[in-house]
């Protein structure tokens, strides 16, 4: 599925291919939700890297995380230098991906039918889930990739024409 985005004031377009366009798992680590969050969690979702077209790409800035041991991150927070929406984040560690953040697309996004919550384990004590029936829970880690996710709910999207 072919999915537009944008950052709030219009500086930053982007379009990339994605097979896993639902957003369904929601990620309360701090990181996440201090950069991203706005319900106290982000929603990232999967692309293919090779397929993003950025307009505007010298309004994107970057920002590593600082992690607890006061390590960099080696994945890339993109957003918008101009208006501070964040885009997508990108990790070498895995080149062939991109995990734009559902807030920045403006494609019609499918609604997922279960949810997966994960990191609740460093969630903000303000922050209540809100849990559907059939959701799965983690305090770290879910046991499922966003692709393995798709696969299992039948809902991979395949490449636009």
Same mark, same amino acid.
């Given at each position: 599925?072919?999915?537009? &985005?944008?950052? *709030?004031?219009?500086?930053? +377009?982007?379009?990339? =291919? ?7 798992? #929601? ?28 307009? &505007?790409?010298? *309004?994107?800035?970057?920002? +590593?995380?600082?992690? =607890? ?7 890339? #927070? ?36 279960? +949810? ?46």
């Amino acid at each position: 599925m072919k999915l537009e &985005g944008s950052c *709030h004031c219009k500086a930053v +377009r982007f379009s990339v =291919e994605s097979a896993q366009p639902v957003p369904f798992m #929601r990620c309360y680590c701090s990181i996440c939700r201090k950069t991203a969050g706005t319900g106290g969690y982000a929603i990232n979702l999967g692309a293919d890297r090779r397929t993003l077209q950025v307009q &505007g790409g010298e *309004h994107v800035a970057v920002y +590593r995380a600082i992690l =607890e041991d006061g390590r960099r991150s080696s994945a890339e #927070r993109n957003f918008c230098r101009e208006c501070g929406s964040a885009l997508w984040l990108y990790d070498p560690g895995w080149p062939e991906l991109v995990h734009p953040h559902a807030s920045a697309i403006d494609t019609e996004l499918p609604p997922p039918p279960q +949810r997966t919550h994960m990191m609740l384990g460093s969630r903000a004590n303000w922050v209540e889930p809100d849990l559907w029936p059939g959701d799965k829970c983690f305090d770290a880690y879910p046991d499922e990739s966003l692709a393995e996710w798709h696969e299992r709910m039948h809902m991979s999207s395949p490449p636009s024409s």
